[in-house]
Nanobody, 116 residues
Framework: EVQLVESGGGLVQSGGSLRLSCAASGFTFGNYDMSWVRQAPGKGPEWVSTINSAGYSTYYADSVEGRFTISRDNAKNTLYLQMNSLKPEDTANYYC?????????RGQGTLVTVSG
């Protein structure tokens, strides 16, 4: 069974930092690209960042470029998102996600709230 479990969310002041983690199990983590997606209250999902399977290539939404850093540790089956210079508009539930052989999986999410 594929499981993605996010952690690390919380309440932070504007300008602060948080590091999110996503523990993956039930599939060969190191073989798949991984992404972070967020959803603000009352809004649709927004893609945030993607990292390739080996961790060499990363991609970011314009809204987080230069502030967020995605990384992974394939030995620990864990995905990370370092978030710096947080803004109130970054407030959302953050999910890790992956596409396994045309099936999309997403975790339960971790809530990030940025007070301004």
């Amino acid at each position: 069974e594929v499981q993605l479990v996010e952690s690390g969310g919380g309440l932070v002041q504007s300008g602060g930092s948080l590091r999110l983690s996503c523990a993956a199990s039930g599939f060969t983590f190191g073989n798949y690209d991984m992404s972070w997606v967020r959803q603000a209250p009352g809004k649709g999902p927004e893609w945030v960042s993607t990292i390739n399977s080996a961790g060499y290539s990363t991609y970011y939404a314009d809204s987080v470029e230069g502030r967020f850093t995605i990384s992974r540790d394939n030995a620990k089956n864990t995905l990370y998102l370092q978030m710096n210079s947080l803004k109130p508009e970054d407030t959302a539930n953050y999910y890790c996600a992956t596409d396994l052989q045309s099936s999309y999986y997403r975790g339960q999410g971790t809530l990030v709230t940025v007070s301004g």
